[in-house]
Nanobody
Framework: EVQLVESGGGLVQPGGSLKLSCAAS????????MNWVRQAPGKELEWVSG???????YYADSVKGRFTISRDHAKNTLYLQLEGLKTEDTGTYYC????????????RGQGTQVTVSS
């Protein structure tokens, strides 16, 4: 059974940093494309970042240069390092397996809340 458990969110001031984790079970994160998406209150789901099976990394323009996606094969965990946080980064962050950019659907965990506020 595929399971994804996100953690690492919290309340942080603008300019601060967080590292989100997504612990996976039932498959190996190193073998498949994985993505991070987020949803702000009252807004649509937004794709944030992805990493493909070959290790290629991709970022939304809104987070490029501030966020870094990575994975640890031994821990079977996906990460998202968030730096230079802005209030508009506030939302619930989800890691996704089998994410379809067209339908914005996939297999995701319960999410972790990131709140950027002074």
């Amino acid at each position: 059974e595929v399971q994804l458990v996100e953690s690492g969110g919290g309340l942080v001031q603008p300019g601060g940093s967080l590292k989100l984790s997504c612990a996976a079970s039932g498959f190996m994160v190193g073998n498949v494309a994985m993505n991070w998406v987020r949803q702000a209150p009252g807004k649509e789901l937004e794709w944030v970042s992805g990493i493909n099976g070959a290790g290629g990394r991709y970022y939304a323009d809104s987070v490029k240069g501030r966020f870094t996606i990575s994975r640890d094969h031994a821990k079977n965990t996906l990460y998202l390092q968030l730096e230079g946080l802005k209030t508009e980064d506030t939302g619930t962050y989800y890691c996704e397996k089998n994410f379809d950019m067209t339908t914005m659907t996939g297999t995701r965990g319960q999410g972790t809340q990131v709140t950027v506020s002074s």
